[in-house]
């Protein structure tokens, strides 16, 4: 009741540099410093949570370590995978452009079955 009463008055006041001076010398509530003491509608609030986890964290040990150290050896050797498939990419497709350069020669052999052949198969290997 304290509190709605002050709050009554003081927006009560009529003259403003008189609220001012009253709005600035009012005192902040401070809340609680710690979880241990905050209240609810029924009682303290359950802080075991807080200890479980605590407890839960210092049990898992080596985990993180571990789990970071599998993690960075997948990772480097996906990038290693990417990088020799980009390669692999390009020898496929280096055969494919010497493959249709040898089609083009065998134009001259006038032997169109083995032209289309050839053809075909550096089509199929570029794309």
């Known amino acids: 009741m304290r509190t709605s009463k002050f709050l009554v008055a003081f927006l009560q ?3 403003q540099d008189k609220f001012n001076i009253k709005l600035i010398s009012i005192e ?7 979880i241990l003491h905050f209240k609810t509608l ?3 609030i359950d802080v075991d949570k807080k200890e479980r986890a605590e407890k839960f964290c210092n049990q898992l ?4 370590t571990e789990y970071e150290r599998i993690n960075a050896f997948v990772s480097k ?9 980009h390669e692999l990419a390009d020898d496929f497709y280096a ?7 040898f089609s083009e020669l065998l134009k001259l052999t006038e032997i169109p079955q083995i032209q289309h052949f050839y053809k075909k198969i550096s089509e199929m290997i570029i794309n």
Request: charged fraction near 35%; glycine fraction near 12%; charge should be negative.
């Open 28 to 34: 902040e509530e401070k809340g609680p410093k710690s």
């Open 13 to 15: 006041e009529a003259n």
């Open 61 to 64: 040990g080596d985990f993180s």
């Open 42 to 44: 029924t009682g303290e």
């Open 77 to 85: 050797q996906v990038k290693l995978l990417q990088f020799r498939s």
């Open 95 to 101: 055969i494919g452009a010497e493959i249709s350069r």
